[in-house]
């Protein structure tokens, strides 16, 4: 476990709980041969696969054939979608019992806010700790948290304290984290953005913020160059909701290029995984009482 931060500054109080690598841990959960050794979930496409894989660079949304030829030891187990929504239930269920202020992001990740609950609950670090515990003692699952003043900067530190790690940001250093680490790290930057942005020699989030709103607009477009010069700067105003206001609902899972062969089992289980974030979504959505905006 990577733990960083040991003194809590204030204001650092959203969690961001991210399972690691759940639908391979789910398997390795519940079968002890398979602990420790390159997992995949799904034969046609890679619909998840343990970090042993990903040692080897298998990745999720690969070609399956692809990601035996990366790592021809790797063992392949068909999905049990069933299985892993009973664990996701499991694990929201000592999210909710932490604090009131969870909101779902997937399945297998979400936002928490704890602030206020110093006095019952210890620091935001001790909550974090304890939080992790019970998941891996109550579920069997490894999950990683990140925290820090903004929904942003909780889920970049989730994501660099991976796998298996609690990792705190304290105001004071929000920056010095956030501008050494790879344009990838921003909201929105995918390959064809950060490919972009590489072309003008931009390639940390330090780049990004050395530049102003309207010269961002120019190489990427004025929406994304708002967006990456308020992330750059870490500015992200929006707090942690149980429900959302919106007009449609809807998910959308990557399964890599065209020609893959997937199995009715492997279809079944993108599918149903689908259904279950978009229903996440409306439950939320539905809470709120209205659908407009």
Request: charged fraction near 25%; aromatic fraction near 4%.
């Amino acid at each position: 476990m990577f733990v960083s931060g040991a003194r809590v500054a204030d204001g650092a109080h959203i969690l961001h709980a991210d399972l690691d690598s759940f639908y391979a841990s789910v398997e390795q959960r519940d079968d002890p041969s398979l602990r420790g050794r390159p997992v995949i979930v799904g034969g046609g496409v890679v619909l998840a696969a343990s970090y042993e894989a990903k040692a080897y660079g298998v990745r999720t949304a690969m070609n399956g054939g692809q990601a035996r030829r990366l790592c021809p030891q790797v063992i392949v187990v068909p999905p049990r979608m069933r299985a892993y929504t009973e664990a996701s239930r499991a694990v929201f269920e000592v999210f909710r019992d932490t604090t009131p202020l969870v909101e779902p992001v997937s399945v297998d990740e979400a936002f928490l806010d704890v602030g206020g609950l110093g006095r019952v609950s210890g620091t935001p670090v001790q909550i974090g700790a304890r939080l992790r515990e019970r998941v891996l003692v109550d579920v069997g699952l490894p999950i990683t948290v990140g925290i820090a003043r903004t929904k942003f900067l909780a889920k970049v530190a989730s994501q660099e304290a991976k796998p298996d790690g609690l990792l705190l940001v304290p105001p004071d250093r929000e920056l010095a984290f956030l501008h050494p680490l790879p344009v990838r790290r921003l909201w929105g930057v995918g390959a064809t953005t950060a490919e972009k942005l590489r072309l003008h020699g931009i390639h940390t989030v330090a780049d990004v913020a050395e530049l102003s709103e309207p010269a961002l607009g120019t190489m990427v477009g004025p929406a994304m160059g708002r967006q990456l010069f308020a992330l750059a700067h870490n500015i992200d105003r929006r707090r942690v909701v149980t429900g959302t206001r919106r007009r449609s609902v809807g998910a959308q899972r990557a399964l890599g290029r065209s020609g893959n062969t997937m199995s009715d089992q492997e279809i079944d289980a993108v599918v149903v995984n689908l259904v279950d974030r978009i229903t996440r979504r409306m439950r939320a959505a539905g809470r709120t009482g209205s659908s407009g905006e």
